[in-house]
């Protein structure tokens, strides 16, 4: 089988698995909060795109003569990098949505806690 078919077929291979991978992060983003829920559709919206731009890009470099095939294949190379990073740090940002925050979620100033649990020491 020729070079470029494999590398079709690998290419189609890693965005059936982006594909999936953002599946997942739809489903874990419904467990965020209603601030961090907006905030992921958001990240998913792009995500989504992306995947669009790489499909795209990947019946580009099918259809791609031998002249262009090797510079085409380098921006694909550069697309799934950057999507790649994009979905590292949508993974960052689902823990961060869930994580319990010890501050305010407006200004991200810690938060007080109410009188009646702090603690207080004798002089």
Not at 89 to 97: G, L, P, Q, V, Y
Request: aromatic fraction near 4%; charged fraction near 35%.
């Amino acid at each position: 089988m020729e070079d470029r078919e494999l590398y079709r077929q690998k290419a189609e291979a890693k965005l059936g698995e982006l594909k999936a991978e953002l599946a997942k992060l739809k489903a874990r983003a419904s467990g965020a909060s209603a601030d961090g829920q907006l905030k992921l559709n958001k990240e998913m919206d792009v995500l989504e795109e992306k995947l669009k731009e790489g499909k795209t890009r990947l019946a580009e470099l099918a259809a791609a003569g031998s002249d262009r095939w090797a510079s085409m294949k380098n921006d694909l190379e550069s697309h799934w990098d950057g999507l790649q990073e994009r979905f590292r740090k949508a993974r960052e940002e689902m823990s961060d949505a869930k994580a319990p925050s010890s501050s305010d979620s407006t200004t991200g100033a810690p938060s007080t806690p109410p009188p009646s649990a702090r603690q207080t020491t004798p002089l």
